[in-house]
Nanobody, 122 residues
Framework: QVQLVESGGGLVQAGGSLRLSCTVS????????VGWFRQVPGKGREFVAA????????YYADSVKGRFTISRQFSKNTVYLQINSLKSGDTAVYYC???????????????WGQGTQVTVSS
């Protein structure tokens, strides 16, 4: 069993920055990738970024390239999502999840955390 806990969300002005954290506990050998997704009311979850836990390879949605940076810290079993130049369109609940297969297909991701709210004010 794997548990994921997100933190770091909040209310930020447009142009500001946030760093979200996703701490993984439990069977940490179970997963290959850790991904970040976001969701706004009435819409499905949107892939944002992912990182291969072992190799550190990163993957980004085109819409966030250049502004979002995903990284991991082995000693803390934590994956971070640094978000810069925040826009109102970044307002969403941000979730992290694991992909045990390594295929990177959204439907393979699971063990979702509870999410952390990011609100960008203009």
């Amino acid at each position: 069993q794997v548990q994921l806990v997100e933190s770091g969300g909040g209310l930020v002005q447009a142009g500001g920055s946030l760093r979200l954290s996703c701490t993984v506990s439990g069977r940490t050998s179970y997963y290959d990738r850790v991904g970040w997704f976001r969701q706004v009311p009435g819409k499905g979850r949107e892939f944002v970024a992912a990182i291969s836990w072992s190799a550190g390879t990163t993957y980004y949605a085109d819409s966030v390239k250049g502004r979002f940076t995903i990284s991991r810290q082995f000693s803390k079993n934590t994956v971070y999502l640094q978000i810069n130049s925040l826009k109102s369109g970044d307002t969403a609940v941000y979730y992290c999840a694991i992909d045990p297969t390594g295929r990177g297909i959204q439907s393979d991701f699971g063990s979702w955390g509870q999410g952390t709210q990011v609100t960008v004010s203009s």
